[in-house]
């Protein structure tokens, strides 16, 4: 999801790679659970969120659909997979367990991976990390490795990944800009989703 942010309001000593070493808030998941309730705002998936959710849970790209596990969204004029919510008041996330555990921790989704954390993204398609001041409520956050936080075996593949999602992504929504026919429009979000969801 595309959030606006003031990009002079983040100094560059803010600014790091996955080498370098941030205090982080949550103690790596504890069980507090604050960020996964209150899901007004939708987890939009990329596409090696949605490989490691197949993967983990033995579904296809249907399968997920179908279990109500993800949902189909328009986000910033284009539709993607978003984590499921559970009905009711607090919003929670779909894999939210009662022992506020994730039930998928171990092939979560990259947003869940980061936060606190979020990238900041250049025209040139490279991004940074930045900590985003006062979203998680535990105090006092650990001191650790980015890249020991995102707990990716690989995380040299895992960002190439998601840099080649968001070129992809970034040239769709200019497509879609244009005046297409609707027929043009759901053609071009249909290859879309099969290119990097379905196969």
């Known amino acids: 999801m595309i959030r606006e942010i003031d990009a002079d309001l983040i ?10 070493m941030a205090r982080l808030g949550c103690r790596h998941c504890d069980g507090c659970s604050e960020c ?36 189909l969204r328009v ?5 993607l997979p978003c984590l499921s ?5 607090k919003q929670e996330c779909v894999f939210l367990q009662e022992d506020g555990k994730c039930a998928v921790h171990s092939f979560r ?3 869940c991976r980061m936060f606190p954390l979020a990238r900041i993204w250049r025209e040139d398609g490279s991004f940074s990390y930045f900590l985003q001041a006062g979203e998680c409520r535990q105090p006092d956050g650990v001191k650790i490795r980015i ?17 080649e999602f968001h070129d992809a992504l970034t040239a769709l929504r200019g497509e879609m800009k244009k005046d297409l026919s609707h027929e043009e429009q759901v053609r071009l979000q249909r290859q879309f989703l099969e290119q990097w969801f379905i196969h």
């Open 11 to 20: 100094s560059p000593d803010k600014l790091m790679t996955s080498s370098d």
């Open 109 to 111: 989704p990259g947003i």
């Open 75 to 79: 986000v910033d004029g284009v539709i």
């Open 85 to 89: 919510v559970k009905e009711g008041e």
């Open 36 to 71: 996964c309730t209150d899901r007004a705002e939708a987890i939009t998936l990329d596409a090696w969120d949605i490989r490691m959710l197949k993967e983990g849970l033995n579904y296809s790209f249907e399968g997920l659909l179908g279990s109500s596990l993800i949902t």
């Open 147 to 163: 890249s020991k936080w995102l707990e990716y075996p690989n995380i040299r593949a895992y960002e190439e990944s998601v840099r």
